[in-house]
Nanobody, 115 residues
């Protein structure tokens, strides 16, 4: 089992920045990939960014060049640096971890970008 706790969300004006953190605990040695997803009201949950155990990163087209995902080597914490935020980035952001068998999710953190 892996437990994930997100932090760092909030309200920011368009063009501003936020940094999200996801603290992992439990059986973190089995984690293969970690990522950030987001879900806006009335929409499906979509991948924002992900990082593999080998350090390969993947981003949604809508955030490329603005968001950066990073992690510490022990998989204890994963970060999402979000710059040049836009109102369309407003959503609940969820941390995800996968150990090859199961997906684990955090409780989510709200990001609101005002125009």
């Amino acid at each position: 089992q892996v437990q994930l706790v997100e932090s760092g969300g909030g309200l920011v004006q368009a063009g501003g920045s936020l940094r999200l953190s996801c603290a992992a605990s439990g059986s973190i040695f089995g984690i293969n990939n970690m990522g950030w997803y987001r879900q806006a009201p009335g929409k499906q949950r979509d991948l924002v960014a992900a990082v593999t155990s080998g350090g390969t990163t993947n981003y949604a087209d809508s955030v490329k060049g603005r968001f950066t995902i990073s992690r510490d080597n022990a998989w204890n914490t994963v970060y999402l640096q979000m710059n040049s935020l836009k109102p369309e980035d407003t959503a609940v952001y969820y941390c995800n971890a996968n150990d090859g068998l199961l997906d684990y999710w955090g409780q989510g953190t709200q990001v609101t970008v005002s125009s």
